[in-house]
């Protein structure tokens, strides 16, 4: 892949323009998980060690454009990186409408980019008024690489030079060892609620790996797919012949979905409900499964043992909940201890990781969410496309 790089340039006395993905969880005026901070902070002090006057800009949430609101204010990214970092950092709300000093060794953090009027469409306008602010564009922002936005893409198009960051380039490095140079066995892990929401990158897997785990509410349709009673869970009915394509395709490559023999079900989504260990065949009418039982996690403690490579998106149960937590729990631990390549990403997975702590044992934990799923699915991100076309 021919990109430019961050780390190859001469940024001395340059003004360069950094689209960090700085969308954190924010809770009653605090950051939950600052990681994505954290994974921008390589880009943002390599250029300010250079020398460069640094300006970096993010999406924080869905906001409506030209309208500012306070929750999605970078504000508390802003102090954060104030904590974090030995420069000065400050936060530029109206640099449209008013001219604003930067001198090297400087960071200006940019309000809200979803803020700004034709960030989303990509307007040309938009995308033009970026570039002119800097020399150099830096692409760092790989949880937002799906979107074709104006500071994402657009600015590409008109700036002198556009570059790829530290943390872009490390994202795209493990994602391609594990999903397009992957050692074998492969194993995929999808969990997460819907089938819908992950149909493609289950098909486009099951093309790939050598064995295919799914769990939570996508494990659910694939267990009606199986024959079994789901009880009162959820699941789609109408994506179980999706689920029979994906299971028969599997088994026409010789590869397999492993067994699921048993099931944790409660009777209703609620802290104090009873847990309830099940045989798949026994399952209830008004059951409700919220975690795979014992004996199906050990048959994926089996897969994740053998298994040279392992992708990772999504819990396979309600791991929330400590009584249906301990099919994620047995699980993520398996993958920490495995000495196969280990890759995990989304929102849900991080939280898992975070949860019971192995966050280090894991080979490369994703920034990215709907990025990432749609690498694995084999589409070309916009923005590896822009950057391979600007080198
Ligand atoms: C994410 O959280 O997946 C990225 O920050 C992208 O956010 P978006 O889905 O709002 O574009």
């Known amino acids: 892949m021919n990109i430019k790089r961050l780390v190859d340039l001469n940024l001395k006395d340059k003004r360069v323009f950094i689209r960090s993905d700085l969308n954190v969880p924010i809770q009653d ?22 020398g460069a006057s640094v300006m970096v800009t993010s999406h924080l949430g ?14 508390l990214v802003v102090e954060f990186l104030k904590n974090h970092l030995d420069y000065p950092v400050r936060l530029v709300s109206d640099w449209d409408s008013k001219p604003f000093d930067i001198t090297p060794g400087q ?6 980019c979803r803020f700004n009027i034709g960030e989303k469409r990509n307007e040309e306008v938009l995308a033009k008024k970026y570039a002119s602010l800097a020399d150099i564009f830096v692409m760092d922002a790989f949880g937002t690489a799906h979107r074709k936005e104006a500071s994402t893409y657009g600015i590409a198009e008109y700036i002198d030079i556009a570059c790829a960051g530290i943390l872009f380039l490390a994202e795209l490095e493990a994602l391609e060892k ?12 999808v969990g997460g609620s819907k089938v819908s929401s992950k149909l493609s990158i289950l098909d ?14 996508i494990a659910n349709t694939f267990i009606k797919a199986m024959g079994f009673e789901v009880g009162s869970s959820m699941y789609e009915e109408e994506l179980v012949p999706a689920a029979k394509k994906i299971i028969d395709k599997l088994s026409k490559r010789g590869a397999s979905l492993p ?48 298994a040279k490579t392992i992708i990772w998106n999504g819990p396979i149960g309600v791991f929330e909940f400590d009584q249906f937590a301990k099919g994620t729990e047995t699980m993520t631990k398996a993958i920490a201890d495995a000495s196969a390549f280990s890759l995990a990403g989304g ?37 590896i496309e822009i950057l391979e076309r600007r080198f």
């Open 347 to 383: 929102g849900d997975t991080i939280a898992a990781i975070e949860k019971f702590n192995v966050a280090n044992d894991i080979s490369y934990v994703s920034t990215a969410g709907g990025a990432f799923l749609e690498f694995a699915e084999g589409k070309k991100l916009p923005a």
């Open 259 to 306: 067994v699921i023999s048993d099931v944790v079900c409660g009777k209703k989504l609620d802290a104090n409900e009873r847990a309830i260990t099940k045989n798949i065949k026994d399952v209830s009418q008004d059951d409700m499964i919220f975690d795979l039982g014992k004996d199906s996690v050990d048959e994926i403690v089996k897969c994740i043992h053998n």
């Open 62 to 75: 869905r906001p409506e454009e030209g309208k500012f609101n306070d929750n999605d204010s970078l504000k």
């Open 204 to 217: 486009t897997l099951s093309d790939k790996v050598d064995q295919l785990i799914v769990g939570g509410g």
């Open 29 to 50: 005026g605090k950051i939950t998980s600052p990681k994505r901070i954290l994974a921008s902070i390589p880009s943002i002090t390599f250029a300010l060690q250079k």
């Open 107 to 112: 960071l200006i953090v940019l309000e809200n």
């Open 178 to 189: 594990a999903l397009l140079n992957p050692s074998r066995p492969m194993i995929a892990i």
